[in-house]
């Protein structure tokens, strides 16, 4: 800690509800720091009570606004808000990044939202494991509700949005692609279709193709009966009913069940990660040189690899 | 083997040019079996001929359609091709295999055109390693280049892309998002922008947006001057000053230094996906219940797992 102040007071900072801590803290785990990873450790027995909801889709099919006004609508119910957007770009797309600061503008007089932008910064493997530390860090600090953004369209956003206890899939009609494009297992952890755009041509149809993929998963013995619902975004139309449809599931859940199952998958992952810590890398070029030069086959380089740990 | 073949001997056959035997064991390594991964290992030594060219982009860019123009015109010149279609898909999207099928009776009757298609299967981590195997397999066996097609909109694809000497970033105007959709890292890794539908209005505003984020990673340090170029996949245009320019970057590269640091990648991919398996399943759900009922915090469960090891 750069400034004087422990873990500990931060930590009893950001509990007696000062949002500068909280700040703080945040960019401590989002620059995956050991002492990000000390706060969320520390903090973790008051994890459990928010409620997070993950927001996924294909670029352009309107989840910042949908996440907006979510946001909106819980505050006017008086329930604090923390909203992690997920921006898994490279140095390339700095407009992302500027375009969230732009948005967060909107809300920047109201201490009950709080957000963060995440990019991905080297490994997207880690990206899941920050998203999982924020939303921790907010679930501890108090937030009734977690919003997670993120684009659904590659392995890591799949994680990602197993992170939430509910996941809404956004689609647009008419840009045709969409479904398709959406593939890597993202229609499976899908617990709400929402079709935003309802009152663009195209959306009869979106609601078809989302029918026949849910009855092609019947079939292949998955059943997929998540409900379908439509909004309008820029208007806010169909939100309420959305907000009541989410607080169904996550009140259907079995939470005890649904804790360890979660966590089965997320231990996985973060061991994955950091078993691969245990090998020193020079030991890893030397079998790669063998390996590019035809002195080995990669599966004996990697047993001989793996024989090291031991 | 089933059918009272050695690896031995099933090699043996795919050197002599037979197909059929070539199918059976391309269908074990994509079902990841261990005489899948016999057969790699062994016909390893032979690796290291083909050219293996990387065709990424997003849905709908045209990807299938330039993999077979370059495939035709390869054979034109009496090169034998492997494509990999690699279709990170859900048990859902039986559609875009279906259609891949259809796709191969095109070259059903040229044994110079072996096409896989290759659907996920469980953890999308594999996909990489199942590719990569396949890949390896086509080499060994002959092909003189092996195409390998991906949607280039996760970090598996960017894995995918990375098996490639030369990789192919395929754009299409128009569709607005594109650019700003492709960005988990796939477009440092691009050796080739390529714009598709070059005849479509908004081609030179791709070729501007495309520009300008070269210009914004030179900034960051990151030099990025892949060549853009223009095609018109449906009738070929473009598509031959295509493949010179994709002989010219493969030709131009440091074989040597680029296997090295390739096969460092890709052995650190193996250990992250193989090390896991080494930790008991039942295991990780011990301390999963623990975390989930909140009586130890992650970090220290993820500690405890790795310290099994020793």
């Known amino acids: 800690m750069s400034a004087h102040i422990s873990v500990e ?28 990873r000390e706060i969320v450790a520390s903090m973790f027995s008051r994890t459990g009570r928010a409620m997070m909801i993950g927001i996924t889709g294909p670029p352009g099919a309107g989840k910042s606004t949908i996440v907006d006004q979510l946001a909106k609508l819980l505050r006017s119910e008086g329930k604090t808000v923390g909203i992690i957007a997920v921006d898994p770009s490279s140095p390339f797309s700095r407009g992302a990044i500027l375009g969230d ?34 939303a921790l860090l907010l679930d501890a600090a108090g937030r009734d509700v977690v919003l997670i953004e993120t684009v659904g369209v590659g392995q890591d956003e799949v ?15 008419g840009s045709g692609d969409d479904v398709q494009a959406l593939k890597a297992g993202i229609m499976e952890i899908a617990d709400v279709f929402v079709i935003n755009k309802a009152d663009f041509p195209g959306a009869d149809r979106l609601e078809q193709e989302i029918r026949a993929m849910q009855s092609l998963a019947d079939d292949a013995g998955k059943a ?61 070029e030397q079998h790669a040189k063998r390996v590019a030069g035809k002195l ?6 990697v047993a001989a690899l793996k024989a090291t740990l031991k």
């Open 9 to 36: 007071e931060l930590e009893n900072r950001i509990l007696s509800g000062d949002l500068r801590s909280l700040a703080r803290a945040a960019t401590l785990v989002e620059s995956q720091s050991d002492t990000g």
């Open 224 to 284: 997929n009966s998540a409900p379908v619902r439509r909004v309008i975004a820029t208007d806010g139309h169909g939100v309420p009913e959305l907000l009541a449809v989410i607080r169904t599931l996550f009140e259907g859940r079995d939470r005890r069940a649904a804790g360890i199952e979660t966590w089965t998958f997320r231990l996985r992952e973060m061991l994955r990660e950091n078993l691969l810590t245990t090998i020193p890398e020079e030991m890893i």
């Open 159 to 173: 994680e990602i949005a197993c992170l939430a206890d509910v996941t809404v899939l956004l689609l647009m009609p």
């Open 296 to 301: 080995e086959d990669p599966y004996t380089a």
């Open 101 to 134: 600061r732009i948005r967060m503008l909107d809300h920047h007089t109201d201490p009950g939202v709080f957000i963060r932008s995440m990019a991905s910064r080297g490994k997207l493997g880690g990206l899941a494991q920050t998203t999982l530390d924020m």
